[in-house]
Each structure stands twice: as structure tokens, then as C-alpha cells.
């Protein structure tokens, strides 16, 4: 794992952001100190492509990670820095489906940053090197039923473990806080 050097924060979003995730982000990024942020902006109708967008210009941003933060998060100021100490190439934040019961994105009763077979990409970092090894596209439809399940599978066939902080408490913002 490479040291944060130059964090590259990026939105997937089709135009709208939540109120409640622009306050999030900027009370956390107010936290991070000494590091470089890049703001990236992913705008489209299609959240995998927006993700690719954003990972592409990461890179060409010399980015050294990467934090995938969805317009609909809430978290509190210390999330992203916590992510940052797992100190692992992936590692995410679980959160609830926006369904009722709720339902977490992921499954296991485990309360220590630990290894899993899926990672949500809403609220994910990725050490940019692993963009680097699995190579494009870094996230898509093909053969997998969301873009973060693709990204996952690809991360998890170039040896790359997927961590989950269930200590990071996120919401997923809907009509309701799931």
C-alpha cells in the first residue's frame, strides 16, 4: 500500500447532489490534513461510466487513491480519514440499500475491518495503482449486475483483497435515511 499523497475525491452523479452529502464531504475533507485533494466530477446519466469518468482522470490527475463518494451518502467528518487508516488498496464503508426493511450492501455480522467478497463502490477508496493493474474498463454492466460488482470481481481476479469498516457509519439518503 502506497502512501495518500494526492487523494482524488470524485462524484458520480446525473446533476443532483444531496444537501446532506455536500455538508458530509465538506466537514470531512476539513479533516484531512496535509494532503493534497482532487475534486472530480463525474456527470452523466449512467453511474458506471460517470465511475470510469472519474477513475480516468484520477489517473491523469496523478492521483494516488482515489475516494468514490455517491450523491446520496451522509456520513460524519471523520469518515474519510478513518477509510484512509485501514491503510488497505480497497476498502469501503457499508451502508443500507434504499429499500424498506433495509437491507446493508453488505452482508455479515462482523465489527473489525475485514475481508469480503463484495465491496459497495458509494462510499469506496482505491489505492490508483489498482486501476493500473486490472486495467479498463474499470467499472461496466459486462457480465455482472451493478458496476461495483464488476469492479469487485476484476479487483478480486488481480489478487486484490476488498475490505469492509463497518466502524464508518454511512447513510444512504432517499425519501428516507436507510
Do not use: W
Not at 10 to 19: F, K, R, V
Not at 50 to 65: G, Y
Request: proline share 5%; glycine share 8%; net charge neutral.
Amino acid at each position: 500500500m502506497t502512501a495518500i499523497t494526492k487523494l482524488g475525491i470524485g462524484m458520480p452523479t446525473n446533476g443532483l447532489c444531496e444537501g446532506r452529502t455536500t455538508m458530509s464531504l465538506l466537514s470531512a475533507v476539513l479533516n484531512i490534513p496535509g494532503i493534497v485533494i482532487q475534486p472530480l466530477l463525474g456527470l452523466g446519466c449512467y453511474v458506471h461510466i460517470n465511475r470510469q469518468m472519474i477513475a480516468d482522470e484520477a489517473l491523469k490527475s496523478e492521483c494516488s487513491h482515489l475516494l468514490m463518494v455517491d450523491s446520496d451518502m451522509m456520513f460524519g467528518c471523520d469518515a474519510i480519514v478513518r477509510l484512509m487508516n485501514n491503510n488497505k488498496d480497497i476498502v469501503a464503508a457499508r451502508y443500507n440499500k434504499r429499500i424498506i426493511p433495509t437491507v446493508s450492501t453488505v452482508l455479515g455480522d462482523f465489527t473489525q475491518p475485514t475481508e469480503v467478497p463484495f465491496l459497495p463502490a458509494g462510499f469506496m477508496l482505491v489505492n490508483c495503482d489498482v486501476f493500473k493493474k486490472i486495467g479498463k474498463p474499470y467499472f461496466s454492466h459486462q457480465d455482472a449486475e451493478s458496476e461495483d460488482v464488476y469492479f469487485c470481481e476484476k479487483a478480486k481476479k488481480n489478487g486484490y483483497k476488498l475490505i469492509c469498516d463497518p466502524t464508518i457509519q454511512v447513510g444512504h439518503l432517499g425519501t428516507a435515511v436507510f
